[in-house]
């Protein structure tokens, strides 16, 4: 019987038949088993061993004392209990299995075995898919062992049916997303297995606090659009949670298909960026919208509506950083492109840098920002204030635009050095850049009361516009652009005369370096 579903399970997948059959020997799943329910059986004991006895009269526990004897609060100690599962499952179960993806892809390349895979004749679909099923098989294992004492507990605390199914199935979610987003990581390179783990439960931890204290505890309410997100409306937010996660997943794995069979592409091409790009950032403008109007004060108005300028400005600087790693081509490629382009004319050339997979990244940075620019902007228009507010916001915008041209274009200036660490270099060079004016205004403590200027020159210019005149915005714009200018004109240079090196090394038939 098992001989026969191992071979139907190889048929529709034999990478995952080929993970089983690696796991599943008898020694592993006894340790993977009875770790989880020793596991359980401890938590278990623990609490039991804090349930006051009848002769006490303090406990944290007692709920009331009648007749001497403490009344023991036993929906507070199942809803305990319960708490305990909540947290400790989805953290070991994902951090985990991140853990597992990332060693074993790393192992997989540097034994030789993982290109040995790529000339498979299964598609990449089949073969990551039975990566990710089949090498956290035993995680899968553990954590099916204590589900049911999750869902006792459950029904202890008087937890509804829905709310267990739906917090297997975010549980699911979750590990699809982070697994995908594991396999990618070790793909770009990335075999640092503990680093992966830690980040992994970090994001982790962050989303359950979030949705325990924040929208329970608290009683928080936010809204995407219409749509309320709050402790009362739980399957609202674990709904937006899987939504979340298919979206994100869904732009991962067209990373994965791209990078597993061809190592030396980018992680996604610039069309897709775009719509990347637009996809987050209508996320992002449902979770500030809700909000429009709804304060009665106008400068508190004003302070919350440059407050969250302030997070999508943040969120979209990480987006945009991730987005210079994903687009930019190795340097090898870079060459052959500046070939290609010292030799075509100019209209071909921008269109190539607009769309082409070879091409620099900075050209389709610039038009990600502008995006997201003609996302805001219309909302900025929208606030509930007067107008010279959002004139200062409009210009944040313009600022935020140029600034990640400029660290695109830095970025892709190291990028084409000699050094073999030139992606090290080029993450050191921008986060410098990012960083140090940041470090000096916290060193002098400037305040953008005192001194907006100074704040025009980093990434919280918001800051300084609020407070600054009109000839300080107009220098600070136009020295951002002579920077952008002098930068740009710097790697059009390096490309240039990478392309007449090229050029001439390919027709003395020498190799090109």
């Known amino acids: 019987m098992t001989l026969r579903l191992m071979d139907h399970i190889g048929d529709w997948n034999p990478q995952f038949v080929r993970e089983l059959k690696g796991r599943l020997i008898s020694r592993n799943v006894t340790l993977s088993v009875g770790l989880s329910i020793v596991a359980q059986v401890v938590i278990f004991l623990a609490f039991i061993s804090q349930i006051p006895g009848p002769e006490d ?24 209990l319960n708490e305990v599962f909540y947290w400790i499952l989805p953290l070991a179960l994902v951090g985990g299995g991140v853990y597992l993806l990332i060693a074993d892809l790393a192992r997989e390349e540097q034994r030789g075995t993982l290109n040995f895979i790529r000339v498979s004749p299964q598609s990449s679909q089949s073969i990551l898919i039975g990566k990710l099923l089949g090498v956290p098989v035993l995680l899968y294992l553990a954590g099916a062992i204590a589900l049911p004492m999750y869902a006792v ?23 699809g997303l982070f697994y995908s987003a594991a396999a990618l990581f070790a793909l770009m390179g990335g075999h640092q297995a503990f680093v992966g783990a830690g980040l ?50 869904y732009w991962i794995w067209q990373g994965l298909h791209r990078r597993f069979r061809n190592p030396a592409a980018t992680m996604i091409s610039k069309k897709q960026s775009y719509a990347l790009v637009f996809c987050l950032n209508i996320l992002f403008l449902g979770l500030v919208t809700s909000y429009l109007g709804s304060e009665p004060d106008p400068k508190l108005t004003a302070y919350l509506w440059f407050d969250r300028l302030y997070l999508i400005s943040t969120l979209n600087l990480f987006l945009f950083l991730g987005l210079i790693a994903a687009l930019s081509p190795p340097r090898q490629t870079l060459l052959d492109w500046a070939r290609y382009a010292h030799q075509a004319r100019g209209q071909a050339v921008l269109q190539d840098l607009m769309w082409g997979e070879k091409s620099p990244a900075p050209v ?58 030139r992606a090290l270099w080029a993450t050191g060079v921008v986060a410098t850049a990012i960083g140090l004016p940041l470090l000096t205004l ?35 714009f136009l020295g951002h652009l002579a920077i952008l200018a002098g930068l740009s004109l710097k790697l059009r240079q390096q490309l240039n005369l990478a392309g007449e090196s090229a050029t001439k090394a390919l027709l003395m038939g020498r190799k090109v370096n």
């Open 57 to 80: 009269q303090y406990g944290d526990y007692c709920l009331s004392q009648e007749n001497g004897f403490c009344v023991v609060d036993w929906s507070q100690w199942w809803e305990e």
């Open 442 to 476: 916290a060193l002098f403590g400037v305040q953008p009361q005192i001194i907006p200027e100074i704040y025009l020159l980093s990434i919280l210019s918001l800051s300084g516009l609020e407070y600054a005149t009109a000839t300080p915005i107009f220098i600070a």
């Open 200 to 249: 992994t439960v970090t994001m982790m931890w962050w989303f359950m606090f979030h949705e325990f204290y924040y929208y329970g505890k608290n009683g928080t309410s936010h809204q995407w659009f219409s749509l309320p997100l709050n402790w009362d409306n739980l399957f609202n937010v674990r709904l937006f949670a899987l939504v979340i996660c298919a979206i994100l997943t």
């Open 364 to 421: 389709a940075i610039a038009i990600c920002a502008t995006i997201v620019a003609l996302i805001f902007i219309p909302w900025v228009l929208l606030w509930p204030v007067e107008m010279l507010p959002k004139l200062q916001a409009i210009a944040a915008i313009g600022f935020y635009v140029i600034l990640a041209s400029i660290y695109a274009v830095l970025a892709q200036i190291i990028l084409l050095l000699k050094s073999k660490k």
């Open 153 to 175: 507990t459950a029904i202890g605390a008087q937890i509804s049916l829905l709310e267990v199914l739906s917090f297997y199935v975010v549980l699911a979610a979750f590990c």
